[in-house]
């Protein structure tokens, strides 16, 4: 992509444990404070994992429009449509006079759980004497639903809400690939653009991964164990790390041709240079090899024509396990050798499906700023993590070009390349 073809971002929301909002989320990352501290949203003493990066400062009903529009949205849905709502304003689309059919969103999205809450009285109904009683679900339980709640769980609901909103009538589309959703999310907007389907695309992602059936149902053996110092829990590279920590939060960008971009007469905040995904498929007890990580890394750096030593720094994925960190460490030393790398998870772990978007957002602000933010908690390095990791201090870039890392545990990898030029 060249010239008049880039692909620009034109406007950036998000809503995040550090900050809601890009300059209350930049100063919390200058000054190092961390989103992480003990679960509020409900009872964790029982659980294996008791704090979280929550989103504390967020109120859905000063936002959404129109208000009963909450009824249907989960809590993923409203971090979602905040985000985009901050973007889209950001790039003056308010004012742009679209033609509505021109107007694409693509999100990321996480498998969505129902509030235990909304469960309660349907569990109840089917009680006889106190034993539950299967035969009486599809009798009495189903009236104590609301009649539209299947629509606050569907993960496509983020991106029908936003294109609702803003009257978007180009395609929607829903991306839900674990944590590289949202990157993928964004590779797919830019799709659409060069497709010639839309002029202006919002994407990105939002989940929510702060609720009790994921940690009751499944094992807490990738998470972290630091309940006396949930601050210091998520410490991605870092030789003393134990697991990840759970979170929520919101990203989006507007995408747009940097042509269409001049003719409104809006600046840019970015060029996305390119974008690569790859897959390393894993068996169960079979460990990664970082294949996936590497080639998505090095396809990315072909496709944007650029060398390891053009690249200002590397954001992370950083998830502060002890084998992927290591893997992951080793496959962005392989490719990109002494690089600069970044890691946002340290500020507020794993947001599931907004992890990319919220982490890209970090890598455009840093590009904005000419300066690298620092990894939190990263105190001693590991061998084993052979990379030039960021912290104590926010870092100058040396060059305004940004790689975005992302990976699942299931083996997929993504990779974004940005500048600032």
């Not at 589309?173 to 919002?202: F, M, Q, W, Y």
Request: glycine fraction near 8%; charged fraction near 20%.
């Amino acid at each position: 992509m060249a010239g008049g073809d880039d692909i620009m971002i034109t406007g950036i929301g998000v809503v995040s444990p550090i900050g809601l909002g890009c300059e209350a989320y930049a100063r919390s990352m200058a000054e190092g404070r961390s989103g992480v501290g003990p679960l509020t949203r409900f009872d964790a003493r029982r659980l294996p994992m008791r704090f979280a990066a929550e989103v504390t400062d967020y109120d859905p009903k000063k936002v959404v429009k129109p208000r009963k529009s909450l009824k249907v949205m989960s809590r993923d849905i409203q971090l979602s449509y905040g985000a985009a709502q901050m973007a889209f304003d950001e790039a003056i689309l308010p004012t742009a006079g679209l033609a509505p059919e021109r107007l694409a969103v693509v999100f990321g999205a996480d498998m969505i759980y129902c509030e235990l809450e909304e469960l309660e009285l349907t569990f109840r109904a089917c009680l006889e004497e106190g034993v539950f009683v299967p035969a009486r679900w599809g009798t009495q339980s189903m009236e104590e639903l609301y009649p539209l709640w299947m629509l606050k769980y569907l993960p496509n609901m983020s991106a029908c809400h936003i294109g609702i909103v803003h009257d978007a009538r180009g395609p929607n589309n829903t991306i839900t690939l674990g944590e590289i959703s949202s990157l993928a999310a964004v590779a797919e907007a830019v799709r659409v653009i060069e497709r010639g389907a839309a002029d202006v695309v919002i994407a990105g992602g939002g989940s929510s991964r702060l609720h009790p059936m994921p940690l009751v149902c499944r094992s807490d053996r990738l998470f972290s164990h630091r309940h006396e110092e949930p601050e210091q829990a998520s410490r991605p590279f870092d030789a003393r790390r134990d697991g990840m920590v759970n979170g929520e939060g919101a990203g989006a960008v507007i995408l747009e041709r940097r042509s269409h971009a001049e003719r409104r007469g809006v600046p840019t905040l970015a060029r996305l240079v390119s974008y690569a995904s790859r897959c390393e498929p894993l068996a169960d007890g079979v460990p990664a090899t970082g294949l996936a990580i590497r080639n998505s890394l090095q396809a990315a750096l072909e496709a944007a024509d650029l060398l390891p030593e053009q690249i200002g720094h590397v954001n992370a994925h950083g998830l502060s396990t002890v084998e992927h960190d290591r893997v992951e460490a080793q496959a962005i030393h392989d490719v990109l050798g002494e690089v600069p790398v970044t890691a946002p998870k340290s500020y507020f772990g794993n947001l599931g499906a907004g992890t990319g978007a919220v982490e890209l957002v970090a890598s455009l602000l840093a590009l904005r700023d000419s300066m690298i933010p620092a990894t939190l908690n990263y105190e001693q390095p590991d061998a084993a993590c052979p990379i030039q990791v960021v912290h104590g201090t926010a870092q100058p870039a040396a060059h305004p070009t940004a790689v975005v890392l992302n990976q699942t545990t299931t083996g997929q990898a993504i990779t974004v390349v940005l500048s600032a030029d």
